[in-house]
């Protein structure tokens, strides 16, 4: 049975209204169940998994949560997310715009196919610009000093061996984040990026035809830190502090989750 809305202001979203693109599983799922339980008047899952998604939003309940069909290519059904969020809620508060997929092949640069190229980068860049674009609209015609998050990757500071295409996206995902913190700082809004490590979720799982504890141990080759596995929860964590009053100062960041992989 899914728990009453808390009126505990304590909470560190209390009362806010967000959006979770990719919410139907992993890190999307992960974040949605984090800003729940920090206090959001409602969390407006986003996805094209619409059996997943209406589940989860079940499952943290139907009060708190609720679910809506969305390609993120298409800036019609973005557009019309934003809009039917602000027009039920009264306004937007929170972006985490996750949706993204990964390289269904090497991806190598001289084996490099530019039709998964172009939508890898569909999902992975004009989505994550049509979801920084309508929620900041959003967010400026509604006087709302919100924060904005995108899901980058490690593979977004370095290159790598394969998946080029990926590496590609998340690159300009940074660039992104970047250039609208600059621009929509004028205005109160924070735009910030997380950063993860390789981790077991359903979509690495699927491409890597692991289970998840299989995955798990893949992915411990890519940490320093012992004793930690990283999973979606650890992701969510970092998202709820960039989202939250504890980082009101803070706009422009990538915060990377990587177990000190991408240190020299």
Do not use: W
């Not at 589940?55 to 290519?73: F, K, L, M, P």
């Not at 190598?108 to 900041?136: P, W, Y």
């Amino acid at each position: 049975m899914a728990e009453a809305p808390s009126t505990n202001t304590t909470l560190r979203l209390s009362g806010k209204v967000a959006i979770v693109t990719g919410g139907a599983s992993g890190i999307g799922e992960a974040t949605a169940r984090v800003f729940a339980n920090e206090g959001t008047r409602v969390v407006v899952i986003a996805d094209i998994q619409d059996e997943l998604g209406n589940q989860v939003a079940a499952s943290i309940g139907n009060q708190r949560c609720t679910y809506i069909h969305c390609d993120v290519t298409d800036e019609d059904q973005v557009k019309n997310l934003v809009q039917s969020t602000v027009n039920t809620y009264g306004q937007l508060d929170i972006m985490f715009s996750n949706a993204g997929i990964i390289s269904s092949t090497a991806q190598t640069i001289m084996e490099l196919d530019m039709s998964q190229l172009d939508r890898l980068f569909a999902v992975n860049v004009r989505g994550m610009s049509l979801c920084v674009k309508h929620a900041a609209r959003a967010m400026v015609e509604g006087h709302v000093r919100g924060s904005i998050v995108c899901t980058g990757s490690v593979g977004g500071s370095r290159g790598g061996s394969r998946s080029t295409d990926y590496t590609m996206s998340k690159h300009a995902v940074l660039g992104l984040m970047r250039a609208a913190s600059v621009q929509l700082a004028a205005h109160g809004i924070r735009v910030n990026s997380v950063s993860p490590n390789g981790l077991a979720t359903p979509l690495t799982c699927k491409l890597l035809g692991m289970s998840n504890e299989e995955a798990q141990e893949n992915y411990k080759n890519y940490a320093r830190l012992e004793g930690v596995v990283l999973t979606p929860k650890h992701v969510a964590d970092a998202v709820l502090f960039l989202v939250s009053n504890q980082a009101e100062f803070v706009t422009g960041l990538d915060l990377i989750v990587d177990g000190g992989f991408a240190k020299v």
